[in-house]
């Protein structure tokens, strides 16, 4: 199969990553790759992305925009769940991904499935700088704080980022229009500046109360992986503000129930394993989880209409958080 590679490397919009170069390559209102396609549902031709034109998942000829035969269908839906794994660690990481295949309109929704494994994947990285930092000597807290300066510089901030946008503008704002603008206002004010140090702060503090590097790395597998999931919840079922134009919750896209189901018991597969492991509680942790996104989302609600794609980097910090209050509460 030829390829058609798309890389990701530091962004230059402030968002972190690939991310903006996945929106890039996808044309808007076409679903393009970089060689031009278009969306074929959009003048009746045959789909190409694997989906029916209520935006399910469909067996057939083709999978994810790539034509398939009976005997290389199973090499080439490999191949396809791989580049929805790439697109999905180019949007949350700063960490240089290809995409191998076609770049369609519906491959960040679809990469949205992954979301839980990348997820998985940054705990891990927080867990592993933490049992670094404990094997060198460095005491628990500033263990953990190293940790989570490593998780930031892997992200880009783009959470962080969201978090302080969310605070700037429901802090400051008068009109939905005015806080959507501040939150589109690249400057921190104060209001972001305190959520960000106090997100930071909690966190690291949280690590550091579990001490022991098994527990770290468990806790920071849970809450990341809970936190990313949340994430596809919410882009699923919750309703993007309207106020002030289309934005990066607008252009995200919506995964399919299908999709987002796969997404969700991923993210609790992936937990409960590791609670086994650590030897927590998985209820409680998963009811911090939706509590935190129940708590965002009334209040976006309440304040803009909907979410942003600043309110989902704000879900993500509030659910990671919350999560690992409640593990050190549970231990």
Known sequence: MAESEHSSGPAADGQGGGRTGLSELVVAGGGASGQGASDPRASGGPDITGHDASGRDTPGQTIGGQAVSGQSAGGQAAEVWLDELRAAMMFLTRLPVRIRGSVTA?????????FPLVGAFLGLVVGATYLVGHLIGLPPMLSALVAIAVLVA?????????????????????????KIAIMRDSRVGSFGVVALV????????????????????????????LSRTALVVVARWSRPAGAG?????????????QRTLMAVLLGLVIPYLMVVLGGSALVPVVAAAAVAVWGVLFLAKRQIGGHTGDVLGAVQQAVETAVLLVLVAWR
């Not at 134009?245 to 129930?257: D, E, Q, S, V």
């Open 106 to 114: 519906d491959l960040q929704p679809r990469g949205m499935t992954w």
């Open 154 to 178: 892997v992200t880009g901030a783009l959470h962080e980022d969201g978090l302080a946008d969310v605070a700037d503008g429901f802090g400051g704002g008068g009109s939905a229009e005015e």
């Open 198 to 225: 106090l997100s930071i702060a909690v966190r690291a503090a949280a690590l550091g109360a579990l001490e022991r590097p098994l527990a770290v790395v468990t806790a920071a597998i849970i809450a990341a992986t």
């Open 245 to 257: 134009g289309p934005g990066l919750a607008a252009g995200f896209g919506r995964p399919t129930l």
